[in-house]
């Protein structure tokens, strides 16, 4: 029996723990500049996994803890892959007591949804 292999990650695959470029840059130009505004008390990268179902985990880029006491998880992308995009979904109807954000960085500048 044929089995068709699932499609690999498109673009470079980092180690665990690494931040990619678009990470990197989404922490100096809008984390960083939140947290010396004080209105960002911490953030971390990959520091949470949720469990969203038996055997599927999703891994947020950023734990954002807002000076409020609000936590919010960032999502960092370049694109969207479908399951990135209902990963992100059912986590937030999942823990709906946490503000999921994903962040583009698309003409020039970051474009945000909230979920």
Same mark, same amino acid.
């Given at each position: 029996m044929y089995t068709k292999k699932r499609p690999r990650?498109?673009?470079k695959t980092m180690?665990?723990?690494t931040m990619n470029g678009l990470e990197s840059r989404y922490v100096r130009e809008v984390l960083e500049p939140r947290r010396i505004a004080e209105? %960002?008390?911490s953030y971390d990268f990959e520091a949470i996994k949720l469990r969203l179902a038996k055997k599927t985990f999703y891994t947020p880029?950023?734990?954002v803890v807002r000076s409020d006491g609000a936590v919010?998880?960032?999502e960092v992308k370049g694109f969207w892959e479908d399951d990135a995009r209902v990963k992100?979904? %059912?986590a937030a109807a999942r823990f709906?007591?946490?503000l999921f954000v994903a962040a583009q960085h698309k003409k020039k500048q970051w474009q945000t949804e909230e979920f």
């Open positions: 990650a498109r673009g180690p665990t723990g209105d %960002v008390f880029d950023f734990v919010e998880f960032h992100i979904k %059912v709906p007591c946490f």
